[in-house]
């Protein structure tokens, strides 16, 4: 794929490894008809001094919310078995904010806080408990406050119509988009093939395999909010069907009506589920904690995926993340 971008982008990923702020990287930019995939680096250092290649399996972090949480609640929305308007409180059953709607959570602005603290100190019955009956920190609408607890309310919902969370989204996500190695827990893939993340000494070390967030390693590994893994490969069909208006292969996956909901409700900078860059809804982007990142351009059919582990061996080191800014502009076309 002829992409000026490409080049940039890498350039800037290779001098990230090469300062050490990253280990390594797995990246692609395609079009309607082309992919650029590439894996620079290795996962770590010492034993995880292993190249990267398109075996790489990452913890996706946050994009848990696009990948699975958003674009099955929008599948829901599509056959109409809920609306954006939908109240909470009509899906689930006890629930101290019964009147939030939908889209409130997917937009981040019902007013729930943005996380529980002292998770570590909690159980995953003492853990729940906590969301259901979480305060409200601002009035519905009023304020965007990036919250783990709507979408993992709103993996509560999914669960509730479709029975399990991680079979509703394998049946209705991953398998139709041919994504075969991504879901939760994924146990039956080698260990080597998982990219470690941070070095937890209350987790025994170095997390590989395992659900890094700790609320949804509470939570058993299977959340809204975090839990899912994935391979660049898997990601790049993913958005393919994006970049093709929910089409992948000949077969819909999401419907227009979805596409005209995302432009909808875009405001603030996001819109159902995801951010937009510089507040245009035909520019979806997201990250995610552990390194990870999507940015698509619906007008252009361009998008960009590019996982990293940053966190690895430490959180503490926070260059990436203004690396990621700076390549996701470039893939953007903002030099």
């Given at each position: 794929m002829k992409d000026e971008s490409v080049k940039l982008i890498t350039e800037r990923i290779e001098k990230a490894i090469d300062s050490r702020y990253i280990y390594g990287a797995s990246y692609a930019v395609a079009d309607e008809k082309?992919?650029?995939?590439?894996?620079?680096?290795?996962?770590?250092?010492?034993?995880?001094?292993v190249a990267i290649t398109s075996k790489m399996i990452y913890d996706l972090a946050s994009l848990t919310k696009v990948?699975?949480?958003?674009?099955?609640?929008?599948?829901?929305?599509?056959?109409?078995?809920?609306?954006?308007?939908?109240?909470?409180?009509?899906?689930?059953?006890?629930?101290?904010?019964?009147?939030?709607?939908?889209?409130?959570?997917?937009?981040?602005?019902s007013g729930l806080p943005a996380d529980i603290v002292d998770t570590r100190s909690l159980t995953k019955e003492e853990l729940t408990e906590k969301i259901r009956e979480a305060s409200l920190v601002n009035s519905p609408g009023s304020k965007i406050v990036y919250s783990d607890l709507g979408f993992i309310i709103l993996g509560w919902i999914i669960a509730q119509i479709d029975g399990e969370l991680s079979n509703s989204l394998?049946?209705?996500?991953?398998?139709?988009?041919?994504?075969k190695n991504t879901g939760y827990n994924l146990l039956k893939r080698p260990l080597a093939n998982f990219v470690p993340t941070e070095n937890d000494p209350q987790r025994g070390?170095?997390?590989?395999?395992?659900?890094?967030?700790?609320?949804?390693?509470?939570?058993?590994g299977v959340s809204g909010h975090a839990g899912?893994?994935?391979?660049?490969?898997?990601?790049?069909?993913?958005?393919?069907m994006?970049?093709?208006?929910?089409?992948?292969e000949g077969k819909e996956i999401l419907s227009a009506r979805s596409f005209n909901l995302l432009e909808q409700y875009s405001s603030g900078g996001r819109t159902l589920g995801w951010q937009t860059w510089n507040d245009d809804p035909t520019k979806l982007w997201h990250t995610g904690f552990t390194g990870t990142s999507i940015a698509l351009d619906l007008r252009n059919r361009r998008s960009f995926v590019c996982l990293t582990n940053r966190i690895y061996p430490t959180r503490k080191r926070e260059e990436w993340i203004e690396i990621r800014k700076a390549v996701t502009r470039l893939f953007y076309n903002e030099y």
């Amino acid at each position: 794929m002829k992409d000026e971008s490409v080049k940039l982008i890498t350039e800037r990923i290779e001098k990230a490894i090469d300062s050490r702020y990253i280990y390594g990287a797995s990246y692609a930019v395609a079009d309607e008809k082309n992919r650029s995939e590439l894996y620079l680096g290795t996962q770590g250092k010492d034993k995880y001094e292993v190249a990267i290649t398109s075996k790489m399996i990452y913890d996706l972090a946050s994009l848990t919310k696009v990948v699975g949480t958003t674009t099955r609640i929008l599948q829901l929305i599509d056959k109409g078995v809920i609306n954006p308007e939908t109240e909470v409180g009509e899906i689930l059953g006890r629930f101290k904010n019964p009147q939030l709607p939908i889209a409130s959570l997917l937009l981040h602005n019902s007013g729930l806080p943005a996380d529980i603290v002292d998770t570590r100190s909690l159980t995953k019955e003492e853990l729940t408990e906590k969301i259901r009956e979480a305060s409200l920190v601002n009035s519905p609408g009023s304020k965007i406050v990036y919250s783990d607890l709507g979408f993992i309310i709103l993996g509560w919902i999914i669960a509730q119509i479709d029975g399990e969370l991680s079979n509703s989204l394998d049946e209705h996500v991953f398998r139709p988009l041919k994504m075969k190695n991504t879901g939760y827990n994924l146990l039956k893939r080698p260990l080597a093939n998982f990219v470690p993340t941070e070095n937890d000494p209350q987790r025994g070390g170095i997390i590989q395999g395992d659900v890094h967030d700790y609320k949804a390693y509470l939570l058993g590994g299977v959340s809204g909010h975090a839990g899912i893994f994935s391979t660049l490969e898997d990601l790049g069909n993913f958005a393919s069907m994006y970049i093709n208006r929910g089409v992948f292969e000949g077969k819909e996956i999401l419907s227009a009506r979805s596409f005209n909901l995302l432009e909808q409700y875009s405001s603030g900078g996001r819109t159902l589920g995801w951010q937009t860059w510089n507040d245009d809804p035909t520019k979806l982007w997201h990250t995610g904690f552990t390194g990870t990142s999507i940015a698509l351009d619906l007008r252009n059919r361009r998008s960009f995926v590019c996982l990293t582990n940053r966190i690895y061996p430490t959180r503490k080191r926070e260059e990436w993340i203004e690396i990621r800014k700076a390549v996701t502009r470039l893939f953007y076309n903002e030099y």
